[in-house]
């Protein structure tokens, strides 16, 4: 119990220290918008991601402040993924994050009911055998010496990157959901207003 509390607190403490540094997306493009989790992850030190520490503890947030961690949840995740893809490959999210990691990244797609979701669920679906995904620690710390691209076969890797490609494609679906998310929570309850 007393964690719980102790969790909701600092989640809290940071949406309000967040809420001074965030733009006002009044006259900002969606792209502008995308600096949003490079500050989040700032405010982190770099050590974990919103998603992770709101992780049970937005029960019992006011109403602005639990709006405004969802908005700030799902931009980080659709821009984290988005980059992820980018610039690695979607292959990369399999051999380079957890189990527990993916597992929360589409629990939280799902939870927004971004249009990423089923695809990444597609292709974790294909990744999860042959890669075989634990929760607690990624494919690479595992298997230091493993070349990742001799994993899968062929034909599944291309499914996987066929996949990645759609999701890119998505990019101008999903990424403006997620910043009317913050859009809304902004008109609602611009910084002043909030707890």
């Not at 908005?71 to 527990?100: K, R």
């Amino acid at each position: 119990m007393f964690f719980r509390l102790w969790r909701r607190h600092m989640l809290k403490k940071l949406l309000l220290q967040l809420c001074k540094k965030l733009p006002n997306p009044t006259n900002l493009t969606d792209e502008d918008l995308f600096e949003i989790p490079s500050i989040i992850r700032q405010a982190l030190d770099y050590e974990s991601s919103i998603a992770e520490r709101a992780e049970g503890a937005t029960k019992g947030l006011p109403e602005d402040l639990r709006l405004l961690c969802e908005a700030l949840i799902h931009m980080e995740v659709v821009a984290d993924l988005l980059g992820d893809i980018a610039s690695d490959s979607m292959l990369s999210l399999f051999y380079n994050h957890s189990g527990d990691e993916l597992d929360l990244l589409l629990l939280n797609l799902a939870q927004f009911e971004d249009p990423l979701a089923p695809h990444l669920e597609r292709a974790y679906a294909l990744a999860k055998k042959p890669f075989a995904i634990v929760p607690s620690c990624n494919w690479v710390s595992l298997n230091m010496e493993r070349d990742p691209f001799s994993v899968l076969s062929p034909e599944i890797d291309q499914k996987i990157e066929e996949i990645g490609k759609r999701m890119e494609e998505l990019r101008d679906t999903s990424w403006p959901r997620a910043t009317a998310r913050y859009r809304e929570w902004h008109r609602r309850f611009s910084p002043g207003k909030t707890h």
